[in-house]
C-alpha cells in the first residue's frame, strides 16, 4: 500500500495565539478516504492548509509524495497532486464564470486555452453541471456553488483530495449528489466533517482531531448514531 | 451627495441578466462603444429640439433593451441634490432677458434654456448607458472592456470587485439587521457616527482577511500571477446593422446642428 | 458628489479624463497580480459603503469614505474609485459617462493627498491618535472633493460659481460626519487589524512613484 | 398565565422564493423556555426575525407583550424587552473591543456612558467573562464570541431571549457553561436549536417547525437521544 501523505510531530501555532496542533502524526494512503471530526476551532482547516504549505508548522516534518516538503517551491507540486476544496466557496470561486473559474487550475498548469476548454466540459459533464458553463458565479446558489468549487479542483486531475465542510450549504439533495459523486471518485481523500452521517457514508476511516493530536473516534460514538441525527 | 433617500441601488444581482431583447444580440463591444459615442455627440448638440430627439432616441434604447420603465427612469432623474441645487440656480445666476423675479433675483430665458439643455444632456446620455451597457451582466461587461484594450489590471479589478460586492453586502445587511434588533436608529449623533465608523472598519478587515483566502485558494490552484479571462465575443452581421444605424443617426444629429442656425 | 454630463466644458471634461487616466496608471502599477484580490475585495467593500445612509436632520447623505479608501489602498485608490464609479453610473445611473474622468479625478485625487499626508499620522504608536489622523483625512478628503468639484464648474463657466460656493459651505456638515466615521473605522482597524495599513504601501515602496 | 408573545396564522415567503412559513402559529408564555427544532431550511431563523419585525409577514399578526404589533415603530419596544442572539455571532460583533460591543444596546436605549458601562461590567461579571471586557472581539474563539453575543443582548435586561442556535460553534465545556448559564435566568425564551441533548436540557417544551407550521414533536424523536449527536 503506497503511502501519499504523511505528517510527522506537527506542532503550530498561529502568531500570538495558543498552539493548535502539538505532535500532530497523520498518514494517508493510496485509495483511503480518511475522516477527520473535532470540534470547531480544533484545528481541522489549519491541518489541511499546513499540509498544502499555506501554513509552515514550527516543528515537524510534512512527507507528500515521496519527497519531504519545507519551502514554497516544495510545495507547488503538492499543491497541484492534492486539490483543496475550502470551507467558504466564495474563497474560492473569484472568477466571474463558471467555465473561466474551472478553467483556472489548467491554465495555471500550462495547458492551451483549447486544452482547458476540453477540460472543463469534460470535468462539467462528469459532475452533471454542463449546464452551469456560463453562468455566473456570484449568482448561483451556495449548494451550486459547492459543487463548482469541487469541479473546479478536480479539472487539476490531482491525486489527492482535501475537502474542508464540503457539506456546509447543502440540502438533502445536493448532499446525496455530492456522496455519490465522491464515492466514484478513484482519489484518496482527506475529509473534514461535522456532519455524522456523511463521514459514515464516505469514509474508510474517522479520525478526531482532539487537543492538537489527531486520536482514533471514540468507540462509543461509532456505534451510536441517532436516527434523528441532525442535517448540519 | 446628499441624493434623495429614495434613491434605489440595489445589489449587482439584479442587474441586466440574460433577458432576450434585440439589444441582446448586439456585441457588448459594440454597445459600449455606441454608448460613448453617443454621449459625446449629445454633450456637443446645443439645439434644444435635436437634444429632445436624442432623449427620445435614449427612450427607444431603454425600450429595447426591456429595462423596467418605471424604475430606469427613476434612476435616470435620480441625481445629487448639489446638481439639482446647481440647475435650479443657473436661471438667476445667467445674465439675459428677465422671465420673473424671486426676492428681487431675476430669473433669465437664458439661464433657464441652459438649465434644461443640461437636464436634457444628462438625462439622455445616462438613460442611453443604462440601456446600451447596464442592461448586460457586469461580467459581460469585464470581458469586453479587456476586448476592447483595457488595461488588464482594471479589468481584473472591475472583475474581483463585481464578484465580491454582493457577498460584502450580504455580510453588511446582516451586520446592520443584528444593530437594528438590539435597538439602533440611526440619528444624527456621535453614537450613530461612531457605531457606523465601526461597522465600515470591520468591512474592511473582513474584506481584507477575505482577499487572504482568495489568495491562498489561487496559489492552491497554482497561481502564478497571471489571471486568466476567457470569453467568446464576435462581431456578426447584426453588429455592423446596429452600427451603421447608430452612425446614421449620430451623424444626422450633427449635420442638422450645424445647418441650424442656432 | 458626482457631475452629471452636459454641465461642463468640453475643455475641463478632456482635461479630467487626462488626469484620471495618469492617476489610474499610477494606481495599476502599485499593484502586481498578487494584491489584485485584495484590492478588488476592498474595491467592493468602499462600493458597499457607500450605500450606507447617515441622516442628516431630515435629510440624509451617503457615506464616500474615499479618504479612508486612499489611507488603505494608496495610489490603489485611483483605479479603485474609477471601477466603483463606472459601476454606478453604469448600472444604477448615477453620475455620467463623459464626466467620469473628472468625478474619478475629484474623488480619487483627495484619496491620495490624505495617504500622503496622513500615513504617518495613523501608524502612530497610540490608536487614539491615529483616529484623530483618520478623522482629519476622512474630513480633509470631502472638503478637497467639494472642492475639486467647485473647481470644475468654476473652470466651465461664470455662471456656477455662486452655486458652487453655496455647495461648498452646504457640505461642511458632511465633512464633519465623514471625519467622525472615518476616525472611528480607524479606530477599530488600528486595534483589530493594524496591518490592514500596510498592505498596499509595501507595494508601493516597490512598485509606484511616492 | 400572562402571555408574552403571540404569533397567529403567519405566512412568508422571501421575495422570489418559495413560501417558507404558510399558517403558523405560536404562543409564549412568561416563564416559558420554549424550544423549536426543525432540519435546515425550514425557517427557523425566519420565525425569529419576524418576531422582532427585520422581517414582515404577507399574512397574519404579531402580538408582543400586550399590543399587535405590525409597523417598524411598533416593534421598536419589541427589540427593547425581547432579545436576539443571531445565528452567527459574525454577524452581531462589530465592535473592536468586548466592553464596546455589549454596551452597544444599553446605548441605544439612550442610557449615558457611564451607566451603560456600568451595565457592562455587571453582565460580564454575572456571566463569567470579566477577563473578557478589553479583549478584540474580532479575535475571539468562536466559543468566546458566541458567550459575549449573549452578554450583550442580556445588557439590554430583556424580558425575552431568543436564541438562533446558540451551540454552534460551542465545545463541550462551554456548553455546559451555556447550559448553566441559561437555566439560572429568569427570562421566558424561545430557543432554536439542532441540539438534541441542548434542547432536552433546557426547554419546558419543544415545537418541530415543519412545512411552515409548527407542531408538537413526534413522540419517537424523544426517546431516541444520541449520545454521539454531534456537538455541530
Ligand atoms: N488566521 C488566524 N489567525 C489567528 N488564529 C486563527 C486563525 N485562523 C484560525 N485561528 C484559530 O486557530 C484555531 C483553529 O482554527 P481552525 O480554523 O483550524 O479550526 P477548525 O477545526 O477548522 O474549526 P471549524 O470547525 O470552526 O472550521 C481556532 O482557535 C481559531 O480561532
Ligand atoms: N435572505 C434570504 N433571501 C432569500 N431566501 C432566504 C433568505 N434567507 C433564508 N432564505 C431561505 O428561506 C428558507 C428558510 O431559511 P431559514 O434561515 O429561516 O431556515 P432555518 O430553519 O433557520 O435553517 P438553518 O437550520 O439552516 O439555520 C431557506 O430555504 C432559505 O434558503
Ligand atoms: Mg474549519
Ligand atoms: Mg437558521
Chains 1, 4 share one sequence.
Not at chain 1, 476511516?205 to 492538537?212: A, H, K
Request: aromatic share 6%.
Amino acid at each position: 500500500m503506497s503511502e501519499l501523505i504523511s505528517l510527522q510531530d506537527i506542532h503550530f501555532a498561529y502568531p500570538g495565539g495558543a498552539p493548535v496542533l502539538c505532535g500532530l502524526d497523520l498518514t494517508l494512503s493510496a485509495g483511503e478516504r480518511l475522516s477527520i471530526g473535532g470540534h470547531n476551532g480544533a484545528g481541522k482547516s489549519t491541518l489541511l492548509h499546513i499540509l498544502v504549505g499555506l501554513l509552515r508548522p514550527s516543528r515537524g516534518r510534512v512527507v507528500a509524495f515521496g519527497a519531504e516538503r519545507a519551502e514554497e517551491k516544495d510545495f507547488y507540486e503538492v499543491r497541484r497532486r492534492a486539490g483543496l476544496v475550502f470551507q467558504d466557496p466564495d474563497d474560492q470561486l473569484f472568477c466571474p464564470t463558471v467555465a473561466e473559474d474551472v478553467a483556472f487550475g489548467p491554465l495555471n498548469l500550462g495547458k492551451s486555452r483549447q486544452e482547458a476548454m476540453a477540460i472543463v466540459e469534460e470535468v462539467l459533464a462528469r459532475l452533471d453541471l454542463a449546464a452551469y458553463r456560463d453562468r455566473i458565479t456570484h449568482k448561483l446558489s451556495g449548494g451550486e456553488k459547492r459543487l463548482v468549487t469541487l469541479a473546479a479542483v478536480l479539472a487539476m486531475e490531482p491525486d489527492v483530495l482535501l475537502l474542508d465542510e464540503p457539506t456546509n450549504a447543502l440540502d438533502i439533495d445536493n448532499k446525496v449528489r455530492l456522496t455519490e459523486i465522491l464515492l466514484s471518485l478513484p482519489q484518496a481523500m482527506i475529509l473534514v466533517s461535522h456532519d455524522h452521517g456523511f463521514r459514515n457514508d464516505i469514509a474508510t476511516r474517522t479520525l478526531m482531531l482532539v487537543e492538537g493530536r489527531l486520536t482514533e473516534r471514540p468507540p462509543r460514538c461509532v456505534a451510536g448514531r441517532s436516527p434523528a441525527a441532525p442535517a448540519a | 451627495m446628499g441624493h434623495f433617500v429614495s434613491a434605489e441601488r440595489r445589489a449587482l444581482r439584479d442587474t441586466g441578466a440574460a433577458r432576450r431583447t434585440l439589444l441582446q444580440g448586439v456585441d457588448p463591444r459594440s454597445r459600449i462603444l455606441a454608448a460613448v459615442l453617443f454621449a459625446v455627440v449629445i454633450v456637443a448638440l446645443h439645439d434644444m429640439a435635436l437634444l429632445g430627439i436624442g432623449l427620445g432616441a435614449a427612450l427607444l434604447m431603454m425600450l429595447t433593451a426591456r429595462l423596467p420603465a418605471l424604475p430606469t427612469l427613476k434612476r435616470m432623474a435620480t441625481m445629487d441634490t448639489f446638481i439639482i441645487f446647481l440647475i435650479a440656480m443657473l436661471p438667476f445666476t445667467v445674465p439675459g432677458d428677465p422671465i420673473f423675479t424671486v426676492f428681487g433675483f431675476a430669473a433669465t430665458w437664458q439661464g433657464l434654456w441652459q438649465a434644461l439643455e443640461i437636464a436634457l444632456k444628462a438625462n439622455a446620455i445616462i438613460l442611453a448607458l443604462m440601456a446600451l451597457v447596464g442592461s448586460m451582466e457586469p461580467v459581460t461587461l469585464g470581458h469586453a472592456l479587456s476586448r476592447l484594450r483595457a488595461p488588464e489590471g482594471l479589468v481584473h479589478l472591475l472583475m474581483f470587485t463585481v464578484r465580491y460586492v454582493d457577498v460584502l453586502r450580504g455580510e453588511y445587511l446582516r451586520l446592520r439587521q443584528a444593530m437594528k434588533a438590539r435597538g439602533f436608529r440611526a440619528g444624527t449623533n456621535l453614537h450613530t457616527f461612531r457605531s457606523l465608523g465601526y461597522l465600515v472598519g470591520m468591512m474592511l478587515v473582513r474584506a481584507i482577511e477575505r482577499s487572504e483566502r482568495i489568495l491562498a485558494a489561487m496559489k492552491c490552484r497554482g497561481f502564478t500571477g497571471r489571471l486568466p479571462l476567457l470569453d467568446e465575443l464576435a462581431f456578426c452581421r447584426r453588429d455592423a446593422v446596429f452600427a451603421i444605424g447608430l452612425l446614421a443617426f449620430l451623424a444626422s444629429l450633427i449635420a442638422a446642428q450645424t445647418v441650424s442656425p442656432a | 458628489m458626482h457631475i452629471v454630463d452636459g454641465a461642463l466644458a468640453p475643455e475641463v471634461l478632456i482635461g479630467g479624463a487626462a488626469l484620471a487616466a495618469a492617476g489610474i496608471g499610477l494606481g495599476l502599477k502599485s499593484l502586481p497580480a498578487e494584491k489584485m484580490p485584495a484590492a478588488g475585495v476592498l474595491s467592493a467593500a468602499f462600493f458597499v459603503a457607500s450605500l450606507i445612509h447617515v441622516p442628516i436632520g431630515p435629510s440624509s447623505v451617503h457615506l464616500i469614505m474615499n479618504g479612508l479608501a486612499g489611507l488603505v489602498l494608496g495610489w490603489a485608490a485611483f483605479p479603485a474609485l474609477f471601477v466603483g464609479l463606472l459601476l454606478q453610473a453604469v448600472f444604477f445611473g448615477f453620475g455620467g459617462l463623459t464626466v467620469l474622468g473628472v468625478n474619478t479625478v475629484n474623488i480619487a485625487l483627495p484619496a491620495v493627498i490624505v495617504f500622503y499626508l496622513c500615513r504617518r499620522g495613523i501608524a502612530s504608536s497610540s490608536p487614539a491618535v491615529a483616529a484623530v489622523w483618520g478623522a482629519a483625512g476622512g474630513g480633509l478628503a470631502i472638503a478637497l472633493t467639494t472642492g475639486f468639484v467647485a473647481i470644475s464648474l468654476a473652470l466651465s463657466g461664470e455662471e456656477f460659481v455662486p452655486a458652487a460656493k453655496l455647495v461648498f459651505f452646504a457640505h461642511i456638515p458632511v465633512m464633519a460626519i465623514e471625519a467622525l466615521v472615518a476616525g472611528a473605522a480607524v479606530a477599530l482597524v488600528r486595534r483589530v487589524k493594524p496591518e490592514l495599513f500596510v498592505t498596499f504601501a509595501a507595494a508601493l515602496s516597490k512598485g509606484a512613484p511616492s
